[in-house]
């Protein structure tokens, strides 16, 4: 077992169903990541190479980790999460050691999903922080990915909302090369979330694509945090009646969504 507390392996349960919009995203880490690992015998038929690594590439919270973890689950992968700033944390050798004992592990325990995220701290482009540490960590990771065969068992998935700020070399072909983008969800995007996260929650004149339309600008993780506070409302609503109601009538109803959405303002 591993000593790294900045590392986490799990067998995840999630799966693309979990994860709303990002159709075309999901479809691209399907044929490029999923399918190298599920069918490899295709890619030696058609004498095609799959891409190494994929980087989601989108702002925070709308839904990389999970992607990540959907993968893993469809090839009943195991997944290791890699944080790249707690990583880098570490004191003088310990990240690079890091680095190399997720990648051991993983080969030895493949089929495996090794997720990087915030790849951007285990590897930055800017020059400033080349200290002799970080340097090694970069080339401790080139040679790990170096070392994955095109269709091994061994998928990496990183993950940034700074590209820019990732070191190219991580990025070059047979490396990191594939860029998905992972963007903010649209209208109808964020009415899939939405009714993602309302499907165990009981609910009374809830109209999900009116909310999804004043949410512009939320995150999958901002939805997710207004049905929580709505929740919380109709409690508070339901604990405050002065003749308390049955708890079995306490429902999230559409007034509750929208006062969440004022609370949460993005
Ligand atoms: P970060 O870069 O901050 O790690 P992330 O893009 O990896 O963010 P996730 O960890 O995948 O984001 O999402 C955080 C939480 O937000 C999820 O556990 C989920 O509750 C919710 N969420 C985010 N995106 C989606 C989505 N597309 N569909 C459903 N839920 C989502």
Redo the contacts with the bound molecule.
């Keep these: 077992p591993t000593t790294l507390r900045e590392v986490t392996v799990e067998r995840p349960s999630l799966t693309y169903r979990?994860?709303?919009?990002?159709a075309a995203a999901k479809r691209e880490v399907i044929r490029t990541v999923e399918w190298p690992l599920r069918y490899s015998g295709l890619f030696d038929r058609l004498a095609v190479d799959a891409p190494t690594g994929v980087l989601l590439s989108?702002p925070?919270?709308?839904?990389?980790?999970?992607?990540a973890k959907a993968v893993a689950n469809s090839t009943d992968a195991n997944f290791f999460a890699v944080d790249g700033p707690e990583l880098m944390d570490r004191y003088v050798g310990e990240s690079e050691r890091g680095v190399r004992e997720v990648f051991e592990r993983a080969r030895r325990v493949a089929p495996s999903v090794v997720f990087l995220?915030?790849v951007d701290a285990l590897a930055p482009a800017r020059a400033e922080t080349d200290t002799g540490a970080a340097e090694r960590v970069v080339s401790q990771l080139l040679t790990e990915l170096d070392g994955l065969s095109p269709r091994g068992s061994v998928a990496v998935l990183a993950?940034t909302?700074r590209p820019d700020a990732v070191d190219p070399a991580l990025l070059r072909p047979g490396r990191i090369e594939k860029r998905v983008a992972?963007p903010c969800?649209d209208a109808e995007?964020r009415a899939e979330?939405l009714d993602?996260?309302l499907a165990d929650v009981p609910t009374r004149g809830v109209d999900v694509a009116a909310v999804a339309r004043r949410a512009a600008g939320y995150?999958?993780?901002d939805?997710?945090a207004v049905v929580r506070e709505a929740a919380l409302l109709a409690m508070e609503d339901h604990l405050r009646a002065d003749d308390r109601p049955d708890d079995a009538d306490l429902v999230v109803e559409g007034s509750h969504l929208e006062r969440a959405l004022a609370v949460t303002e993005q």
């Design positions: 979990d994860i709303g919009g990002l989108g925070p919270g709308t839904g990389k980790t999970m992607l995220d915030e993950a909302n992972i969800p995007a979330i993602i996260h995150t999958g993780s939805l997710a």
